[in-house]
C-alpha cells in the first residue's frame, strides 16, 4: 500500500499549506479506509496529528492542531487532504499519510504500507 504525500514547503509562521495525499498505485481506493496523517520532526519521534475514519470521523491526536489542521476527502480525485492554517515553526517536520482498514489509530504500525513525506519547514 503505497501513499504519496505532497504539497509541502516553506511557510511563515501563521501561514498556511494544503497537503494531499493520493495513491501511488491505481485501484487503490482512499474511501472508505481510514487516512491517517503521522509527522516526524528532526530528531524527535514520529507522532499521529490526524485521522479521518471510514465514515469520515475525525480524531484530532495532538492538542496544539485543534482549529488550525482540518482533514478532508475527495473522493472524486481519490485523495485526502490536509489543510494547514495558522502555522506555527514546531508544526516543522515531514508529513507522512498512511492508509487503513478499519478504525483510526495513533498507531503507525497499524497503517501498512510505505510511501514518500512531504516537508513542511515554518520558519521566519
Known amino acids: 500500500v503505497q501513499l504519496q504525500a505532497s504539497g509541502g514547503g516553506s511557510a511563515q509562521p501563521g501561514g498556511s499549506l494544503r497537503l494531499s495525499c493520493a495513491a501511488s498505485a491505481s485501484g487503490l481506493s482512499l474511501d472508505r479506509a481510514a487516512i491517517g496523517w503521522f509527522r516526524q520532526a528532526p530528531g524527535k519521534e514520529r507522532e499521529a496529528v490526524i485521522c479521518i475514519s471510514s465514515a469520515d470521523y475525525v480524531i484530532y491526536y495532538q492538542d496544539s492542531v485543534k482549529g488550525r489542521f482540518t482533514i478532508s476527502r475527495d473522493n472524486a480525485k481519490n485523495t485526502v487532504y490536509l489543510q494547514m492554517n495558522n502555522l506555527r515553526p514546531e508544526d516543522t517536520a515531514t508529513y507522512y499519510c498512511?492508509?487503513?482498514?478499519?478504525?483510526?489509530?495513533?498507531?503507525?504500525?497499524?497503517?501498512?504500507?510505505r510511501g514518500q513525506g512531504t516537508l513542511v519547514t515554518v520558519s521566519s
Open positions: 498512511r492508509r487503513r482498514v478499519g478504525q483510526c489509530s495513533r498507531d503507525l504500525v497499524a497503517f501498512p504500507g
